[in-house]
């Protein structure tokens, strides 16, 4: 079961760790994110030994149970968190759910951020088979110490509602 602690301790025991982080922003209600799962699973199974893996939920429509039974349900198993206050979202600039960030904590540096992979074109639009695997790819090189060709892509599904905090 995945561990639910504070998140600022979550990260720091993260990066004390591993000199890669993942971090996954998702959306439980979000079809792209939940669709996405499979790959994430993957990745992760693939690459748990070698680098961290966070997944954090922005949006205050997820609540902790919505989370929990999200993780059960799609066999999620790396650390979750209700990031409501948008300190991660903030932190690494993401605005679109799911987004990810591969950060190395050692040179401090993002070595990608966007897509999953793209089997979404955009919201609605879905390949029938994923051509570009970026985040593996991104995993991959980073691990061997080469240089990762695509550094960026644009993602493809929900927003995260920052306006939600404004009124608070």
Same mark, same amino acid.
């Given at each position: 079961m995945?561990?639910?602690?504070p998140?600022?301790?979550?990260?720091?025991?993260? #990066? !004390?760790?591993? =000199?890669?982080?993942?971090? %996954?922003f +998702?959306?439980? &209600?979000?079809?792209?994110?939940q669709?996405?799962t499979?790959?994430i699973?993957?990745?992760?199974?693939?690459?748990?030994?070698?680098a961290?893996?966070?997944?954090a939920?922005?949006?205050?429509?997820?609540?902790?149970?919505n989370?929990?039974?999200? #993780? !059960?349900k799609? =066999?999620?198993?790396?650390p %979750?968190? +209700?990031?409501h &206050?948008?300190?991660?979202?903030?932190?690494?600039k993401?605005?679109?759910?799911?987004e990810?960030v591969l950060?190395?904590?050692?040179?401090?540096?993002?070595?990608?951020?966007?897509?999953?992979?793209?089997?979404y074109?955009?919201?609605?639009?879905?390949?029938?088979?994923?051509k570009n695997?970026?985040l593996?790819?991104?995993?991959e090189?980073?691990?061997?110490?080469?240089?990762?060709?695509?550094?960026?892509t644009?993602?493809?599904?929900?927003f995260?509602?920052?306006?939600?905090?404004s009124?608070?």
């Amino acid at each position: 079961m995945r561990l639910l602690l504070p998140l600022l301790l979550l990260t720091h025991l993260l #990066a !004390a760790k591993d =000199s890669l982080t993942v971090y %996954l922003f +998702l959306l439980d &209600e979000c079809r792209i994110s939940q669709e996405m799962t499979p790959y994430i699973n993957e990745i992760y199974s693939r690459y748990k030994t070698q680098a961290g893996f966070i997944g954090a939920f922005p949006n205050k429509a997820t609540h902790k149970d919505n989370m929990q039974a999200f #993780a !059960a349900k799609y =066999s999620i198993r790396f650390p %979750l968190v +209700l990031d409501h &206050e948008k300190v991660l979202a903030k932190r690494w600039k993401a605005t679109i759910l799911p987004e990810v960030v591969l950060y190395n904590e050692r040179t401090q540096q993002i070595v990608y951020r966007g897509l999953i992979n793209d089997l979404y074109l955009k919201p609605g639009k879905r390949r029938h088979f994923v051509k570009n695997h970026y985040l593996a790819s991104a995993l991959e090189a980073a691990l061997a110490g080469r240089e990762v060709s695509v550094k960026e892509t644009r993602p493809v599904g929900c927003f995260i509602n920052f306006q939600e905090n404004s009124n608070d």
